[in-house]
Nanobody
């Protein structure tokens, strides 16, 4: 499985912006994306991107506000979050679908088997 390390979380006011980063160890992925989990709630997919053609997919709750991107040369994944709302408060996880392992969560057509440790995002005034 891959190693993924998130960074960039923090406290931001409603309406503000934040960019999350994820460093991805070398390895083949089918897709890679972001999930989040708020206290007392199920983990949910936020955004993902294809490793083949960079096709993106977003949850309805973040579409138009969040943008996922990747820099293959730097082995980095990003999540640009704009117009943040208090309901965006959660621990955000970077995750990858690799062909060698069975995944535990499904989102955007991928089955995620490799996970980062998470980074906290808090949206509050």
């Amino acid at each position: 499985q891959l190693q993924l390390v998130e960074s960039g979380g923090g406290l931001v006011q409603p309406g503000g912006s934040l960019t999350l980063s994820c460093a991805v160890s070398s390895g083949f992925t089918l897709g890679i994306g972001w999930f989040r989990q708020a206290p007392g709630k199920e983990r949910e997919g936020v955004a993902c991107i294809s490793s083949e053609d960079d096709t993106t997919y977003y949850a309805a709750s973040v579409k138009g506000r969040f943008t996922i991107s990747r820099d293959n040369a730097k082995s980095m994944l990003y999540l640009q979050m704009n117009s943040l709302k208090p309901e965006d408060t959660a621990v955000y996880y970077c995750a990858a679908d690799t062909p060698s392992y069975m995944g535990t969560y499904y989102f955007g057509g991928y089955e995620y088997d490799s996970w980062g440790q998470g980074t906290q995002v808090t949206v509050s005034s």
